[in-house]
DNA sequence: CCATCTTTGTGCACGCGTTCACAAAGACAT
DNA sequence: ATGTCTTTGTGAACGCGTGCACAAAGATGG
C-alpha cells in the first residue's frame, strides 16, 4: 500500500469513509473490464471477486453510495462504472504536473494510469536547466522557476512530487503556495502542509520492508527455536557475501 | 500509499499488529537521520513529530518491541535502529528480482532506498529480447527464460512486478513457482496467489483518484449546491481543452 | 538521601471497519 | 396472480487501532 494519508484524522467525507473511497477505484478498474468485454450486468459475488474482496463488504460499500444494484439480478456494469467515476470526480479532467524528472518522474510522466483516468498531466518541471525543453513523454521538461506560473495558468490544484528527498519540503512549500491543494508524494520523507491540503505518500522502500518483515517471520516459524535476537540463518542461503551482521546496529544511508 | 495488502485477514504477527509493522519503517528512517546527525538520544515527542505521527501512538508502538527506553531521557538513537532493524530484518541480505525493466522497472533498479535498507537487485528481468544484456542501474538485463534459473541460484523469495498488467498474473505464477513468497506488485491487477505468499500492491492511479475524490469534495464545499449529478464547473477553469464528458460513462483502457 | 521534574509505558474508552446473517425486494416461471 | 429462487441492502456484533490521561520509573539537583 502507498503508506496511507497524512494528517486530517481520517475524518468521513460526506457520509463516505475512507476505507470504501480507497477501494472505489479498485472497482472501478474490475468494472471498466467488464465493460470492455461488454458484460452488462455483474453480481457482487463476482465483481467481489474480481476486486480481490469480501462480497458483503463490496456491497456495504455499494450502499454508501446509493441503491444502485437491482435484487436477484446484481449491478449495471455501465451505470455503476459511471456512478462510481461520477463520485471520484473522474467525470472532470484534472491537469496534474510532476515535479522532478528523474528516473521516477519519468516514468510517471509515461505511466498510462493517469491519462486515461481523467488526468491530465499539465507539465513536467525540474530544476536542472539541462533538462528544460526536452520533451519527455511527449512533454518538453519546464523549469523549477516557471513553477507558479504553470500551477496559476493552468488551474493546477493536484501536484506529484518526484524529485530527491532533500528538496521535496521546498518543492512542496512552493506548490501549495501557488495553489495545489492535493499533493502525491514520492520522496521519502514526512511533508508538512497546512490544514486543507491532502498529501498521500508512496513509499517504494517501506513497502519492502514490510514484506521483509514478514518473509523474516514466515523463515523463523520453520525453526521454532524461540526468539532470541538473531535467529541464525533463516533465509535462503545467498551464493554471494552475507554481509558480515553481527550484532552492531546496521548502517544506512538515506 | 500502496494500497494495502491482500489476503491473510491481517492477523498480527507475534503480537506485532500490522498497523505498526507498517510505521516501523517511518521510524527507522526518522532515527537513521538522526543517527547521522550523531544524536544520541530522542524524546517520544521529538521522534513522533519527525515521523509524522502521535507520540501516544509512537510509544504503544514501541512497546510491542520491548522497552527500549528510559524514562526520564527518552530512546537511544543507535540501539533503536538497530531493534527495529532487525525486528523488520533487515540485518539480513535479501536478494530481490524486479520483472519488468521499462520506465518504472528502471526507476525501481536505479532506487538507492533499496540497496542502502539491506535489499539487494540480485538480477533485472525482461521479456524483450532486445533489451537481454542491456545494462540498467549497472546490472545487466536478464532474459524471463532465466527466471526460474535466477531465482534458485540467488535464492531469491521477493520479487518485484513492474509488467504491465496483462503480463503481472503470468510472472506472479513464474516467480511463485520457483520459490518467491513475497511480491511487491506495480501492475495495476489483483494478483491471485497461494496461501503463504504475501503480495502489497502499489498503485499509482488509485492514489490519485483517492486525492481526486478529495479535491472534488472540497470544490464542491464552497458551491453547496446539493449533490445532483454533474455539479457543473468545480474544478479551476482548464485552459486547453476539457475531454468532451458529457453523461455517458467514461471509458479508460487499462 | 530526598525532592522534583521529565518522560516512558499502559489501562481504558471510544470509534471505525469488517463480517455475519437475514429479511426485503425483485425476477422469473408456471 | 402466485410461488419460488436469487441477490441485494443492512442491522448488529465483534475486533482492531487510536488517543487520552495517568501512574511508575528513573534522572538530576540540592
Known amino acids: 500500500m502507498a503508506t496511507g494519508r497524512t494528517h486530517r484524522p481520517a475524518t468521513r467525507s460526506r457520509g463516505i469513509p475512507e476505507a470504501t473511497v480507497a477501494r472505489l477505484p479498485l472497482y472501478l478498474r474490475a468494472l471498466t473490464a467488464l465493460s470492455e468485454r461488454s458484460v452488462p450486468t455483474v ?19 455499494f450502499s454508501y453510495l446509493g441503491s444502485y444494484g437491482t435484487r436477484g439480478v446484481g449491478y449495471d456494469v455501465e451505470y455503476l ?31 498510462g494510469g493517469f491519462a486515461s483516468r481523467g488526468f491530465r498531466v499539465a507539465a513536467l518541471i525540474d530544476a536542472d536547466p539541462a533538462m528544460a525543453g526536452k520533451p519527455v513523454a511527449g512533454i518538453p521538461v519546464q523549469h523549477t ?44 520523507t514526512v511533508l508538512s502542509v497546512p490544514d486543507g491540503v491532502d498529501v498521500r505518500k508512496v513509499d517504494l522502500s517501506i513497502e519492502l520492508q514490510i514484506l521483509a518483515f514478514h518473509e523474516q517471520r514466515k523463515a523463523g516459524e520453520e525453526t521454532p527455536a524461540g526468539d532470541g535476537a538473531l535467529p541464525a540463518a533463516t533465509p535462503r542461503q545467498t551464493s554471494a557475501d552475507q554481509g558480515p551482521d553481527g550484532d552492531v546496529p546496521a548502517v544506512m544511508p538515506a
Chains 1, 2 share one sequence.
Request: charged share 20%; net charge negative.
Open 81 to 111: 462504472v459511471y456512478q462510481i467515476s461520477r463520485e471520484l470526480g473522474l467525470t472532470q479532467d484534472w491537469p496534474v504536473v510532476i515535479v522532478g524528472i528523474g528516473n521516477l518522474g519519468a516514468a510517471l510522466a509515461n505511466y
Open 43 to 61: 453480481s457482487s459475488e463476482e465483481l467481489a471477486a474480481a476486486a480481490g474482496v469480501n462480497s458483503a463488504k463490496l456491497r456495504k460499500d
Open 145 to 188: 522557476d516557471e513553477l507558479e506560473k504553470i500551477i496559476k495558468d493552468n488551474g493546477v490544484s493536484i501536484g506529484v512530487i518526484a524529485t530527491p528527498a532533500g528538496a521535496a519540503q521546498q518543492v512542496c512549500d512552493r506548490l501549495v503556495a501557488a495553489g495545489v491543494t492535493s499533493i502525491l508524494n514520492f520522496a521519502p
